[in-house]
């Protein structure tokens, strides 16, 4: 009996223990600094693709090369109070704001005229592209402990027509959301350690094996820094 007693006796101390553990947690101070945060970024999609289609009511096949890459950069830092409390940490406001957009694509298309029509091929090498948008914000939240990833926003694409992007190829939009980056959370409230990077990168591929045939490649780089 005693060694049945002793037991219990002592898996009850050890759950008391605990949530005397987690009560002084609980109860402890939060930490609270204001950062100044920025971001860069690097979005881009690339493509090399044959799309069977017609244009001016003749059957053509188009061969399209082309690239379209969104860069950020913030103009100025964003003021983030950083709280920790409890093994955990939370971002006011979790974003980052006055984010410079610029939007540059490239490329060329061969473009093969079939029979009935008179047969015929025409190359154009496309002007490069840019434009750009100041004053953004992107969000991001604490994907889980010592992470954090951004929500899902539509970035902007260029309008030009050339080089061709079919439907499939236009609904590929790479963002920021598709990269997590890792940071020491414990560091963020550590009045000694100056600044620190969060850096994240994410590769995707896409075949395509129906009527148009080819490949769509997504790359997107980003690093947020948290300075005192």
Same mark, same amino acid.
């Given at each position: 009996?005693?060694?049945?007693?002793?037991?219990?006796?002592?898996?009850?101390?050890? /759950?008391?223990?605990?949530?005397?553990?987690?009560?002084?947690?609980?109860?402890?101070?939060?930490?609270?600094? @204001?950062?100044?945060?920025?971001?860069?970024?690097?979005?881009?999609?690339?493509?090399?693709?044959?799309?069977?289609?017609? !244009?001016?009511?003749?059957?053509?096949?188009?061969?399209?090369?082309?690239?379209?890459?969104?860069?950020?950069?913030?103009?100025?830092?964003?003021?983030?109070?950083?709280?920790?409390?409890?093994?955990?940490? =939370?971002?006011?406001?979790?974003?980052?704001?006055?984010?410079?957009?610029?939007?540059?694509? =490239?490329?060329?298309?061969?473009?093969?005229?079939?029979?009935? /029509?008179?047969?015929?091929?025409?190359?154009?090498? /496309?002007?490069?592209?840019?434009?750009?948008?100041?004053?953004?914000?992107?969000?991001?939240?604490?994907?889980? !402990?010592? *992470?954090?990833?951004?929500? =899902?926003?539509?970035?902007? *694409?260029?309008?030009? =027509? /050339?080089?061709?992007?079919?439907?499939?190829?236009?609904?590929?939009?790479?963002?920021?959301? $598709?990269?997590?980056?890792?940071?020491?959370?414990?560091?963020?409230?550590?009045?000694?350690?100056?600044? $620190?990077?969060?850096?994240?990168?994410?590769? @995707?591929?896409?075949?395509?094996?129906?009527?148009?045939?080819?490949?769509?490649? *997504?790359?997107? !780089?980003?690093?947020?820094?948290? @300075?005192?």
């Amino acid at each position: 009996m005693k060694p049945f007693c002793g037991l219990i006796c002592g898996v009850a101390l050890a /759950c008391l223990l605990a949530a005397l553990g987690a009560s002084a947690r609980d109860i402890a101070p939060a930490k609270r600094t @204001a950062l100044r945060v920025t971001l860069q970024a690097t979005v881009s999609k690339s493509w090399n693709t044959v799309t069977d289609t017609t !244009r001016g009511g003749c059957d053509v096949s188009i061969h399209s090369v082309g690239s379209r890459k969104v860069v950020l950069r913030s103009s100025r830092p964003t003021r983030v109070v950083v709280t920790s409390r409890g093994g955990g940490v =939370s971002y006011s406001p979790a974003a980052v704001r006055f984010v410079k957009i610029e939007v540059k694509g =490239s490329g060329n298309e061969t473009t093969k005229f079939k029979a009935p /029509c008179k047969e015929h091929t025409v190359h154009d090498t /496309c002007r490069q592209s840019h434009g750009a948008v100041g004053g953004s914000t992107f969000r991001f939240f604490r994907s889980k !402990r010592n *992470e954090l990833a951004f929500r =899902s926003t539509r970035l902007p *694409e260029s309008s030009d =027509s /050339c080089p061709f992007q079919s439907a499939a190829v236009r609904a590929i939009r790479p963002g920021l959301h $598709q990269a997590e980056a890792e940071l020491s959370e414990a560091a963020l409230t550590n009045p000694r350690i100056p600044a $620190q990077t969060a850096f994240a990168n994410a590769d @995707a591929e896409t075949d395509l094996d129906s009527e148009e045939t080819g490949r769509v490649t *997504e790359r997107v !780089r980003w690093s947020l820094t948290f @300075a005192h």
